[in-house]
């Protein structure tokens, strides 16, 4: 979780709170989550069409 945040530049609260909002992805292993590398891609591209609109 915290090299998602990381590499979307924000807190790992900030990422907590997208991913209860749906908005991004992840993918349950165990009792753990994971993000993969193509779920924060999807991510950046959901707010870069927010920003053009």
């Known amino acids: ?3 998602a ?3 979307l530049g924000v807190k790992r609260s900030t990422a907590y709170e997208e991913i209860r ?3 991004l992805r992840t993918v349950r ?3 753990r989550r994971l993000i ?3 779920y924060v891609e999807e991510y950046i591209e959901l707010l870069k ?3 053009a609109a």
């Open 21 to 23: 909002r749906g908005r």
């Open 49 to 51: 069409s927010e920003s």
């Open 29 to 31: 292993v165990g009792r």
């Open 36 to 38: 993969p590398t193509e």
């Open 5 to 7: 945040a990381e590499m």
């Open 1 to 3: 979780m915290e090299s």
